[in-house]
């Protein structure tokens, strides 16, 4: 079979170019914006975290009503616990940078607001 010129650098040129973009998909971060409002339920959070995968160099906004609410990265025990004596954010919108593997936890500090489920807790893989 005769190669019709100028053929196999297109194909090399085609598989270039597929393997730059599988490359800029993977290393493209995600924004998440959530809607921080007083949950509906106990599992909102939760279930709103369903199906989201979080990798590092992603980061995740808070929306909120910055009269009513509030947000604040916790430990693992705090999120238990629902309390913390750190300063929560009250801007209104607040951004977290994910910057490391694992689980992140956040909290709303108003009274009762946690503990009605608002709180979320992430998994950077
Ligand atoms: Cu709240």
Request: net charge neutral; proline share 5%; aromatic share 12%.
């Amino acid at each position: 079979m005769k190669r019709r010129p100028g053929s196999l650098p297109t194909v090399a040129l085609l598989l270039l170019l597929v393997a730059l973009l599988v490359q800029l998909q993977a290393v493209a971060a995600t924004k998440y914006t959530l809607n921080w409002n007083y949950p509906n339920y106990q599992n909102y959070f939760s279930n709103w975290n369903r199906g989201n995968n979080y990798a590092v160099g992603d980061s995740i906004e808070f929306v909120y009503n910055a009269e009513a609410h509030d947000v604040v990265k916790v430990s693992y025990a705090e999120y238990g616990d629902c309390f913390t004596s750190a300063l929560p954010s009250t801007s209104g919108a607040t951004v977290f940078p994910l910057e490391q593997t694992g689980m992140h936890y956040f909290i709303c500090t108003i009274p009762g607001h946690c503990q009605a489920g608002m709180k979320l807790a992430i998994n950077v893989l």
